[in-house]
């Protein structure tokens, strides 16, 4: 009698095996752009399943150390990483993960030319993905505020597809007072001789490796408060490889994203250069951090998309009760419903970056800029919160095998769970969508574009579910007008259901114009079957404290995310 071996699941190629981006990207794309980039996307494609993966799975079975002294007992606070994590470095330089943003080749379209790759390299980076996020932020920023020295070294740096010129950047904004409220920070810039330097503790800072940072810190004399600080720019290390001014305390043993090596830092003295002048440093950040938000909601997707393709293909090697989990009934049941969280996040993130495309070509209206200015926090909350609810219902599809260690499938999860923390967790985001309502005027231009959409719906058999989200347009705006001008305790309270209600009730309209296109040039059923699942469920849910109810009066199923 021979003994059985389960097959674990295989990667195929990850651009190939993805119907949504493709039919994405044929919708979105003229055809002679889409001829010209897909042979790269093909390319990627079967990388992130080969020597990228590897090298991922190699960076993570070595993670980053602390080497505080040398032999000798000098102070070098060195960080050493595997040569698998420099090889990822010089592979997303080559690709040009940065760049493709900033030559705008395809003008407003290269940032989803650029977040496509993203998307595709995201799940097999070993979280390098996260240095190239802050490195993105951080060319926008000294693109925006940099003088003319640091727009021709430190952005030409960030943006080059050479591997021997590229830098990557860190964003050191989280101190001991905490993390989201920035007010509190401590960090003190004195002007020494001319020149200022930097002197505090950053609590939590990722890819501290990378060679410049952007940071906030408040003037010597300088008011309190969020208005009183100044953003700043530093190169980590002078001419001869030393740290300038800063000390390693520590590594962060961290649940998830283990190859990515993040410290704790005390900052004495460290020389750093004003951008964009003095005060005003939220402001001038946040186009770091919008940026930052957009990758993680990127990342958010690209994660679920990997947990479903490992879950599907182990479905059909996976023999149960005589036959593959792909056939048994209740498995397939609940794998759709996985594809329907990732068709809804994939549509919601790519519309995001389709606007940030054109607001950096300018070609964006001011209701457009409104609405990306709502959108970015909505999506980075909720495709977080979707992120490690698939990961979570993935790992259960491996049974036994998803709670093992040395399969790799846990680490789907203990990565997910980062989403929903960094760049703002999803209560302060949910907080953000009501500024962005109160004081960008966000909500008309949502319920425009939104309605807008639903107008460009024809398919007949579409109609009804086109009513029924016109039905959540309508609740949205009548929860609006009740909160309308308030700032009072529950109005706060219910911020994070109404902003989920928001990213529900207008990823329904981005899946009814996707399923649209879908049956008018592909009679393509499976989005219309994501669309009718999505719109089963109630969209919208009442306020807390203001009679919490779900659109249509029942629950008719629960999204992932939660309440």
């Not at 990228?52 to 505080?68: K, M």
Request: charged share 25%.
């Amino acid at each position: 009698m021979s003994e059985f071996f389960q097959s674990g699941p295989e990667l195929g190629n990850q651009y190939l095996d993805d119907a949504l981006l493709r039919a994405y990207l044929r919708r979105t794309l003229p055809p002679a752009v889409l001829a010209e980039l897909e042979p790269d996307f093909r390319r990627l494609g079967a990388r992130v399943a080969g020597d990228i993966l590897a090298l991922a799975e190699a960076a993570e079975a070595e993670p980053p150390r602390h080497v505080p002294f040398d032999p000798w007992g000098r102070r070098i606070d060195d960080i050493a990483t595997s040569d698998a994590w420099r090889a990822l470095d010089r592979i997303a330089a080559e690709e040009g993960l940065v760049a493709i943003g900033y030559e705008r080749t395809h003008g407003a379209l290269s940032r989803v030319d650029q977040f496509v790759r993203m998307y595709l390299f995201g799940p097999s980076s070993a979280t390098y993905n996260c240095p190239l996020a802050m490195s993105d932020g951080a060319a926008r920023a000294l693109e925006l505020y940099g003088s003319d020295e640091l727009r021709a070294t430190a952005l030409q740096r960030l943006t080059t597809r050479d591997p021997d010129r590229f830098w990557t950047s860190g964003q050191w904004m989280t101190e001991r007072t905490g993390g989201s409220d920035v007010s509190g920070t401590s960090t003190i810039a004195r002007c020494e001789r001319g020149a200022y330097r930097l002197y505090g503790t950053k609590w939590f800072t990722s890819a501290t490796t990378a060679q410049m940072a952007m940071t906030l810190a408040r003037i010597e004399g300088a008011g309190p408060g969020s208005r009183g600080l100044s953003l700043f720019y530093l190169d980590l290390r002078d001419t001869a490889g030393q740290l300038r001014g800063i000390r390693v305390n520590r590594l962060k043993d961290k649940l998830g994203t283990r190859a990515l090596p993040t410290a704790e830092l005390t900052l004495d003295g460290t020389p750093a250069q004003l951008v964009g002048g003095e005060g005003d440093g939220v402001r001038k950040i946040a186009s770091l951090f919008n940026i930052t938000r957009i990758h993680n909601a990127c990342a958010a997707v690209a994660g679920m998309r990997r947990a479903i393709a490992l879950a599907r293909d182990y479905a059909r090697k996976r023999i149960v009760f005589g036959r593959p989990l792909a056939e048994q009934p209740l498995h397939v049941e609940t794998l759709a419903e996985l594809e329907t969280e990732h068709a809804a996040a994939f549509l919601l993130v790519f519309r995001v970056v389709e606007l940030l495309g054109r607001s950096e070509c300018r070609e964006a209206s001011p209701d457009e800029l409104a609405l990306l200015r709502l959108l970015t926090p909505i999506a980075k909350l909720y495709t977080a919160k979707q992120a490690v609810a698939v990961a979570s219902e993935a790992l259960e599809a491996f049974g036994g095998a998803g709670y093992i260690e040395d399969t790799g499938l846990p680490r789907l999860l203990r990565d997910a769970q980062v989403l929903s923390i960094w760049e703002g967790t999803t209560n302060v985001l949910s907080l953000d969508v009501l500024r962005a309502i109160e004081k960008d005027g966000a909500f008309d231009p949502f319920m425009a574009d939104l309605n807008a959409r639903l107008d460009r719906v024809c398919a007949p058999r579409l109609a009804a579910m086109v009513d029924d989200v016109r039905a959540s347009g309508r609740r949205l705006a009548a929860q609006h007008g009740d909160a309308a001008g308030r700032e009072d305790d529950a109005t706060q309270a219910g911020a994070r259901a109404f902003a989920y209600s928001l990213a529900r009730t207008y990823m329904a309209s981005l899946l009814l114009e996707h399923a649209d296109w879908e049956l008018t040039e592909h009679a393509n059923e499976h989005a219309v079957a994501a669309a009718e699942r999505w719109c089963a469920r109630g969209m919208v849910v009442g306020m807390p404290g203001r009679g919490r109810r779900v659109e249509g009066g029942t629950d008719r199923g629960q999204h992932l995310p939660g309440e």
